[in-house]
């Protein structure tokens, strides 16, 4: 595996407040890499790095091998098409439908129009796992289970290499959340897509995670398995992981059964 992802000596700041210090970061292609950490962390601060909404004080992000720390508007465009994004909210358009909702990457992108923008935006709506007839709702007729999945699917649209997840299961019932999470891992393991997650939910970190990325300290204190990960001494990491919730979230994670 190679590198799709490389954070080197990440600084953000916000007046006085220092989110990361030098944080360093590594993604494999075609894996599932969670980022996990404590209220307050940065880890939507640091995807917003990453797919270049906000510039870092210092350090670099390439994607590719390509720095995307100082490109401008026009020079981010070809990388974005690359990535596909699903917020925490969704961030769908609430005058939009379910249908208008996900083409919005490929009208941006694309030179697809008519039927055939439809055709696309309907296969993606269907990949997962919505009924065709959802296709011409809007945001407010929808269950939260399903925004997640129009959101899933307005970041796949484009068949993107890598595809960024923020919280994918909040706000979900466990039963809506245990489906997503199978959904993310068929469809990464159909599509060979990397995904790169940042969640406070310790079941979904544990049950699809390859490799785990923890945020404390203003950085990454450890990354790698699960096995690697429960077995550092850090004190979030004993807290979250080995606490009662963590001890059942972790009895049940394939990757440590013996």
């Not at 880890?43 to 720390?69: E, F, H, M, N, Y």
């Not at 769908?92 to 992108?109: A, D, K, R, W, Y």
């Amino acid at each position: 595996m190679h590198p799709v992802l490389e954070v080197r000596g990440l600084v953000n700041r916000f007046g006085s407040q220092v989110v990361h210090d030098g944080l360093d970061m590594e993604v494999n292609a075609d894996e599932v890499f969670g980022i996990v950490g404590g209220s307050g962390s940065g880890k939507s601060v640091l995807l917003r790095t990453i797919l270049g909404l906000q510039r870092p004080q210092a350090g670099t992000v390439c994607i590719d091998g390509r720095d995307i720390t100082h490109l401008d508007a026009a020079q981010l465009r070809p990388i974005k098409e690359r990535y596909g994004v699903a917020f925490q909210q969704g961030a769908l358009f609430s005058g939009l439908t379910v249908l208008q909702n996900v083409q919005l990457p490929m009208i941006e992108h694309l030179s697809m129009r008519g039927a055939a923008l439809d055709e696309l935006a309907l296969l993606k709506i269907r990949l997962v796992g919505l009924p065709p007839d959802a296709a011409q709702k809007y945001p407010s007729q929808l269950s939260g289970g399903m925004v997640k999945r129009v959101a899933l699917a307005r970041a796949l649209v484009l068949e993107p290499e890598l595809v960024f997840l923020d919280e994918p299961t909040a706000g979900l019932d466990p039963d809506r959340s245990e489906g997503f999470v199978k959904l993310i891992r068929e469809l990464h393991d159909r599509l060979n897509f990397t995904v790169i997650m940042a969640t406070h939910d310790l079941d979904t970190l544990v049950s699809v995670s390859d490799r785990i990325a923890v945020l404390a300290d203003q950085r990454v204190v450890v990354c790698g398995s699960l096995k690697e990960v429960v077995a550092s001494d850090h004190p979030f990491i004993r807290n979250f992981f080995l606490g009662e919730r963590g001890l059942r979230a972790l009895s049940a994670a394939p990757s440590l059964q013996t």
